[in-house]
């Protein structure tokens, strides 16, 4: 009994793990065809890849974008923990970024106690916008997908509107840049030397640290245990006693929370400042990691890793006369297979157990037992 | 079963259908060949009408508009199924909802019938009025498998009964020639148990009591329908209380009542003294109540979760589960193997899916976990539907375990055997009201048949004197 069980445990590990790398291999051939199509040869691109991506300093690159990344990854693997579509994980950062900058830049507090204003700041913005979208759920059934895409365009009007000269902005570098009062210097976050390779931002271990928190709020604690089951039965929730729209507002609020953080490894670490070209956009890449990366911890690190890797790499394949464009084709597909392996696998998996479930109670059956079947 | 409908592939073994070797890919295969499935957890979509969910995915058989009505009608009177196409399938009862999938497989032109426990939903009447339809069908030259878990009827209805025990053929029988008790011998390889209780346990110390229960739901149009009226009910320590009554009645929305799902407009529940009617479902759970609930997929289990993990499902915050705020996933692992043991859950281990697990395992592994944390009050809600005949004298007897320690059980069962059986006291629900009582150790299934569709009320007696 025990072995088997064992066994079980192992194929499903390796069922896991079967289906990333089936959708690596595949988008990976794919756009060979596609570097084929066009004309040139994919060997020394993947070859340049390789080499390029695993120097030093763009090591030290790729884990400065897997930072900002993986914040992401999480923030919206939370909500679909819960069967939530948090797109809104784009407007909630931006808006937080944006008033923990203008914060951050009004301080003139000790460094560490404005980070900490600053990242609550941050936090509490992103909760506040995510939980419009939670409350709207809850009491007028509006769909979690329509009220935060419309979310995201008005925190885009909002933005646009405070990030004036005269309202919350000014004019840097001779008039060119709109951006919100930098920080001052006491209120960086610390950084990694990493010597000739650059430096790596301090952020990182925040990062590790909401992973490893993450992980266990979700499967170590009566909390996630009830989050996980909204997210897999509604009904049998409610039955076992879980208050699903409590758990609704709950998770958005904290999804948008770990979105708060999304901007901070740019903010602290590299602009300082809010300005006009901010990043935008990363949560869409943190949809994709965390489908990638199957929702668990280990697994959005590694995508977002993979997608820093790839970002990284493919900038400098158009030095190599390669088109740059190779890389959205690479991550569409890398998008599409992983989405239709996972469920190739899951079926299979289910299927092989339910299997093996019946050729063991058949083979208990047979077996002459001293147990009579029935009392 | 689910072979011959097309949804699983076999490893071996042939499929012969009007003298023709089939391979059977997909369910559209079997509809093709006029193979028609009845399924046992309803395949219906709930916020379409009936029409709509006839026409979905035959779609080019008549139109989906006034053909398709007038076939639906036509098909509907031809075998007396009364069936009305515009009424959304989330008002009807089960009963309804059973005739609306069996005219969804009769509109596709099914040739071949499978009823999968089709009567575990019917009182008596209604299964004579479904073998009446069945009959029909069949001089119509249609082929129809009846699967079920009872003997008579199965007897009654079938020109030729198959036994198939764990995966096999164990025989065949002549309804004419065949005693049940015969068949039942076949059917689990020993002994009939039969649902019957011993010596009262019954106290007189009120374990639950509810006064003057009032549940009113305002439908689309603005008119305000009555799902329970003035539910009073006692049950005793030690106390088997059993309400009948056709499914739809209330009885699903009584339970999710008690268990504080659903919040009454009037009325009080009282626990062991102690009023819960204001507390959340949580709570109601952690002050006793165990729940064996009535759709076990969608109440009772996360399918796709180990099943230690759904040991925990309902009771997360009671020892062995948690600890504060954390769980202890090990007592937890530690505890199913407790209750794959001794509830005799049939599994190779905790970490499948309770999803692999047959019916019946899986409604064990739920008794076991609603057992496990001693509760004061059991809510039962068809313990025993789909379940095969060796677990449901098990959970029978888990029942009996709990009254016999002094529990109060409160049994909804649409099986009246097991009904009379197991109750101390019966009651009978129509229309969210209870509207008669019985005592079980005189009544026949019969009489309270009559008293479910509403022809009989009060207090019913054995007709003995007037009938002999």
């Known amino acids: ?375 | 079963m689910k072979i011959l409908y097309g949804m699983q592939q076999p490893d071996e073994g042939t499929i012969t259908i009007d003298g023709e070797r089939a391979v059977l890919n997909n369910p559209g295969d079997a509809i093709a060949l006029g193979i028609g499935m009845v399924h046992q957890h309803f395949m219906l979509a709930d916020n379409l009408t009936v029409l709509e969910n006839v026409v979905l995915g035959a779609e080019k058989l008549h139109g989906i508009g006034g053909r398709a009505r007038a076939k639906i009608k036509e098909i509907s009177d031809a075998y007396g199924l009364n069936v009305r196409p515009d009424v959304l399938v989330e008002e009807l009862g089960v009963a309804d909802r059973q005739r609306v999938e069996i005219l969804k497989v009769l509109y596709r032109g099914a040739r071949t019938l499978i009823l999968d426990e089709p009567t575990a939903v019917l009182v008596p009447q209604e299964v004579d009025a479904l073998f009446d339809n069945l009959r029909e069908l069949k001089a119509e030259g249609l082929t129809v498998i009846f699967i079920s878990h009872k003997l008579g009827e199965v007897l009654s209805v079938a020109d030729e009964i198959t036994v198939i025990r764990r995966g096999t053929t164990v025989g065949t029988a002549e309804p004419a020639s065949t005693t049940p008790r015969q068949l039942a011998e076949m059917m689990v390889g020993s002994e009939l148990p039969t649902p019957e209780t011993e010596e009262s346990t019954v106290t007189d110390v009120p374990m639950l009591t509810i006064e003057g229960l009032h549940l009113g739901q305002t439908d689309l149009d603005g008119i305000e329908r009555v799902i329970l009226d003035k539910v009073s009910l006692t049950i005793h320590k030690g106390e088997v209380l059993g309400i009948a009554g056709v499914e739809g009645n209330g009885q699903s929305e009584l339970v999710e009542a008690i268990m504080g799902m659903r919040h009454p407009d009037a009325g009080t529940i009282t626990l062991d003294g102690a009023d819960i009617s204001q507390r959340a479902t949580r709570q109601r759970r952690e002050a006793g109540i165990g729940y064996i609930p009535e759709d076990r997929h969608r109440h009772g289990l996360l399918l796709e979760a180990p099943l230690w993990e759904n040991r925990i499902l309902g009771h997360v915050t009671e020892k062995p589960n948690s600890r504060g705020f954390l769980l202890d996933n090990k007592a937890a692992r530690a505890d199913t193997e407790r209750i794959v043991a001794s509830y005799d859950v049939r599994t190779p281990g905790i970490d499948v899916t309770a999803a692999s697990l047959s019916g019946g395992n899986q409604q064990k592994l739920i008794v076991g976990r609603e057992m496990s944390h001693a509760p004061k009050l059991l809510i039962a809600a068809h313990p025993t539907r789909g379940v095969d005949v060796g677990a449901q004298a098990a959970i029978w007897d888990h029942i009996r375990e709990a009254r016999r320690e002094g529990l109060a059980v409160l049994l909804i069962s649409a099986d009246l055997d097991e009904l009379i059986g197991l109750s101390d006291t019966l009651r009978v629900m129509y229309r969210g009201r209870l509207v008669a009582d019985a005592d079980p150790a005189t009544i026949t299934p019969e009489e309270l048949g009559s008293a479910m569709t509403g022809a009989a009320t009060g207090h019913l007696e054995h007709a003995e004197d007037d009938a002999r």
Request: proline share 3%.
């Open chain 1, 1 to 375: 009994m025990k072995k088997l069980t064992s066994r079980i445990d192992k194929e499903r590990l390796l069922l896991g793990i079967a289906a990333p790398l089936l959708a690596i291999v595949a988008a990976l051939v794919i756009t060979a065809l596609v570097i084929l199509a066009t004309g040139k040869n994919p060997g020394p691109a993947f070859s340049d890849m390789m080499t390029y991506g695993f120097a030093s300093d763009s090591q030290v690159y790729i884990l400065n974008k897997a930072t900002t990344y993986y914040l992401a990854g999480v923030s919206v693997a939370i909500g679909f923990r819960m069967n939530l579509f948090n797109i809104g994980v784009d407007g909630q950062y931006r808006l937080a970024a944006f008033f923990a900058a203008v914060l951050g830049g009004a301080l003139t507090l000790p460094g560490w106690l404005s980070m900490l204003l600053i990242l609550i700041c941050a936090m509490a913005t992103g909760a506040v916008w995510a939980a419009i979208a939670g409350v709207l759920k809850v009491t007028r059934g509006v769909s979690e997908v329509i009220s935060t895409i419309m979310l995201n365009s008005i925190a885009t009007a909002i933005i646009g509107y405070l990030l004036q000269p005269g309202k919350l902005a000014h004019l840097y570098q001779g008039g060119t840049v709109v951006a919100t009062k930098p920080l001052p210097s006491a209120s960086h976050f610390f950084l990694i030397n990493a010597g000739p390779a650059g430096e790596l931002d301090g952020f990182i271990v925040i990062a590790a640290i909401v992973g490893i928190a993450y992980w266990f709020v979700l499967g170590r604690t009566r909390f996630g245990y009830d989050l996980r089951t909204v997210g897999q039965s509604e009904s049998a929730a409610t039955a076992s006693g879980v208050s699903v729209k409590k758990m609704v507002v709950t998770s958005m609020i904290i999804s948008g929370a770990a979105a708060g953080l999304i901007g901070m490894p740019t903010l602290l670490n590299e602009s300082y400042q809010f300005s006009s070209d901010f990043p935008t956009g990363i949560a869409f890449t943190g949809i994709a990691i965390a489908l990638l990366g199957r929702n668990n911890p280990i697994g959005i690190a590694l995508g977002a890793l993979l997608w820093g890797f790839l970002e990284r790499t493919t900038n400098h394949l158009e030095f190599q006369g390669y088109d740059k464009e190779i890389l959205g084709v690479i991550q569409g597909v890398i998008v599409l297979c992983v989405v239709i392996a996972y469920e190739v696998v899951r079926r299979y998996g289910l299927k092989r157990q339910q299997q093996k479930v019946g050729a063991e109670l058949a083979a208990q059956a047979a077996a002459p037992t001293k147990k009579l079947e029935v009392a």
